[in-house]
């Protein structure tokens, strides 16, 4: 069977829209000419004697970090690895893009074999985290006062190196979307547009930012695990989310990448909704 693998455009949508993925309402076919048309996403497919059989996407974030994703196959032509092929395809597009550093994707906790196909074309997992969304935090208040804004540039700087530049641990960019750090996700920019709020003893530090995926998120990070124990944290989190309420309505929420043990520490009737945990894989590009 003649098959090829080329860069998709909107006009390629009826064959995609052809494909028996499996999925209901998937949410791919909403957004296929948009994101088929622009530079920072792109989708690639795979066809078998003109059929597009499976596809496969590719975005670039801050210049430096690519995702892979929105893989999809049809399911007349799965157990014949074409999905395996057009992913191996893609990674290989994004490492000979000159300034991407390091390739990754997401998948299920509990999807084994998409996580074997990762792990097979050599990305290394790092540990579960839980997207956790909610609406209502109040049950987690103490009845304090919430924390103190920083304005500097400079002091958030500082807690950008301390945190992430130094250790390089992963840092949630986006919602859905974390990454190892480096000096590329932290423009002054982005750092301006985010909010941090430090507590009275100057020793934590909350990040927040708006994101919009679908609807308005207040994108919560707090990297350390005593988030039950420091007085004003969720009050400063509940202020901020009704500010933002107030601004774009009822379809807001709060979105915070939890890991195990951090969800693990939240009481019972904490306001979060719990989705199945997923796995970041990813890999260095050393072509660069």
Request: net charge negative; aromatic share 12%.
């Given at each position: 069977?003649?098959?090829i693998?080329?860069k998709?455009?909107?006009e390629?949508?009826?064959?995609?829209?052809?494909?028996e993925s499996?999925?209901?309402?998937?949410?791919v076919k909403?957004i296929?000419?948009?994101?088929?048309?622009?530079?920072?996403h792109?989708?690639?497919?795979?066809f078998?004697?003109g059929?597009?059989?499976s596809l496969?996407?590719?975005?670039v974030?801050?210049?430096?970090?690519?995702m892979i994703?929105r893989?999809r196959?049809d399911?007349?032509?799965?157990g014949q690895s074409f999905a395996t092929r057009?992913t191996?395809?893609?990674i290989?597009e994004?490492k000979k893009?000159?300034?991407?550093?390091w390739?990754?994707a997401?998948?299920?906790?509990e999807?084994?074999p998409?996580?074997?196909?990762?792990?097979?074309l050599?990305?290394?997992?790092?540990k579960?985290?839980?997207?956790a969304?909610g609406?209502?935090?109040?049950?987690m208040?103490k009845?304090?006062?919430?924390?103190?804004e920083?304005h500097?540039?400079e002091?958030?700087?500082?807690?950008?190196?301390?945190?992430?530049?130094?250790?390089?641990?992963?840092f949630?960019?986006e919602c859905?979307?974390?990454?190892p750090?480096?000096?590329?996700?932290?423009s002054?920019d982005?750092?301006?547009?985010?909010?941090?709020?430090?507590?009275r003893?100057?020793?934590?530090v909350?990040?927040?930012?708006?994101d919009f995926?679908?609807?308005?998120?207040l994108?919560t990070i707090y990297?350390?695990?005593?988030?039950m124990?420091q007085?004003?944290l969720?009050?400063?989190?509940s202020a901020?989310?009704?500010?933002?309420?107030?601004k774009h309505?009822k379809?807001t929420d709060?979105?915070m990448?939890?890991?195990?043990?951090?969800?693990?520490?939240?009481p019972?009737g904490?306001g979060?909704?719990?989705?199945s945990?997923?796995?970041?894989?990813?890999?260095e590009?050393?072509?660069?």
């Amino acid at each position: 069977m003649e098959s090829i693998i080329r860069k998709l455009s909107p006009e390629d949508f009826p064959a995609f829209d052809a494909m028996e993925s499996g999925i209901e309402d998937d949410y791919v076919k909403r957004i296929f000419k948009d994101i088929a048309s622009t530079e920072r996403h792109q989708l690639y497919g795979l066809f078998v004697e003109g059929q597009l059989t499976s596809l496969c996407g590719l975005s670039v974030f801050a210049g430096s970090y690519a995702m892979i994703g929105r893989i999809r196959s049809d399911v007349r032509f799965r157990g014949q690895s074409f999905a395996t092929r057009l992913t191996a395809y893609v990674i290989e597009e994004a490492k000979k893009r000159p300034n991407v550093r390091w390739i990754g994707a997401n998948t299920q906790e509990e999807n084994l074999p998409a996580r074997r196909v990762l792990e097979k074309l050599g990305l290394k997992p790092h540990k579960p985290m839980i997207g956790a969304i909610g609406t209502d935090v109040s049950l987690m208040e103490k009845g304090v006062a919430p924390w103190t804004e920083v304005h500097s540039l400079e002091r958030k700087k500082q807690w950008i190196e301390q945190l992430y530049i130094k250790t390089g641990d992963l840092f949630p960019y986006e919602c859905y979307y974390l990454f190892p750090s480096s000096e590329a996700l932290f423009s002054d920019d982005k750092l301006s547009e985010w909010s941090f709020f430090e507590n009275r003893e100057g020793d934590r530090v909350l990040i927040l930012q708006h994101d919009f995926k679908a609807h308005y998120h207040l994108h919560t990070i707090y990297p350390w695990d005593d988030l039950m124990v420091q007085d004003g944290l969720w009050e400063t989190v509940s202020a901020e989310y009704q500010k933002l309420k107030m601004k774009h309505g009822k379809e807001t929420d709060i979105w915070m990448e939890l890991t195990k043990e951090q969800a693990a520490l939240l009481p019972e009737g904490h306001g979060f909704d719990f989705p199945s945990a997923w796995v970041l894989y990813g890999i260095e590009n050393t072509t660069i």
